[in-house]
């Protein structure tokens, strides 16, 4: 009996130290929001118009302090008698990312829209015009919408969920945080 009470803490610290240096890599949330999150919007009828849809998500962490980088590209087609168009967008946004521990989830507050680029290049002042009604779309999105969230229904993330209180953004992954 006196040796199991030795063997408990010991086994226990051990694995502590195993998860303690668990981390979510940026292609674990390409990945994640590859598969998980589909944005697609469409706005107005017949001859008035705005769709959207993202096809790819490139995420960097860490390039700034306590920051992750979110690059899109969308297909953006706009139906007006005048000048309609389709062009494909580049679109990156900076933000901040947050643990949620109620639901295990990583969120993103504060989004800035730091670049857009559109091909062909020459409607880029028509893309410019309606960029910021898409934009909004698309922060209100990304802000709503948890970025990762850890599975419950495995043993090790549901042991990790559990103990993580928040995350620290370092180069090229989020590292979680156990205590306080």
Partial sequence: MKLLSYIM????????GCVSQYSITEKE????????IHFEIKEGNQL???????NNIDVSLGHKVDTMSVTADSIVKVRN??????AKMK???????WYDADSHSVYLK???????????????????????????????????QPVYILDTSE?????????????EVKPGKLKLIFDE
């Fill in 9 to 16: 803490p010991l086994t226990l610290l051990l694995l502590s």
């Fill in 155 to 167: 043993s090790n993330q549901a042991l990790i969920a559990e103990m993580t209180k928040r995350i």
């Fill in 29 to 36: 949330l390409e990945g994640y929001l590859s598969d998980e």
């Fill in 91 to 97: 679109t990156t946004f900076e933000a901040e990312p």
């Fill in 48 to 54: 008035f118009g705005i769709e959207m849809r993202i």
């Fill in 110 to 144: 504060q989004l800035r829209l730091v670049s857009i680029e559109s091909n062909p290049k020459d409607i880029e002042k028509a893309v410019k015009q309606v960029a910021p009604q898409m934009m909004g779309f698309l922060t209100h999105f990304l802000e709503t």
């Fill in 81 to 86: 008698p005048l000048v309609p168009f389709k």
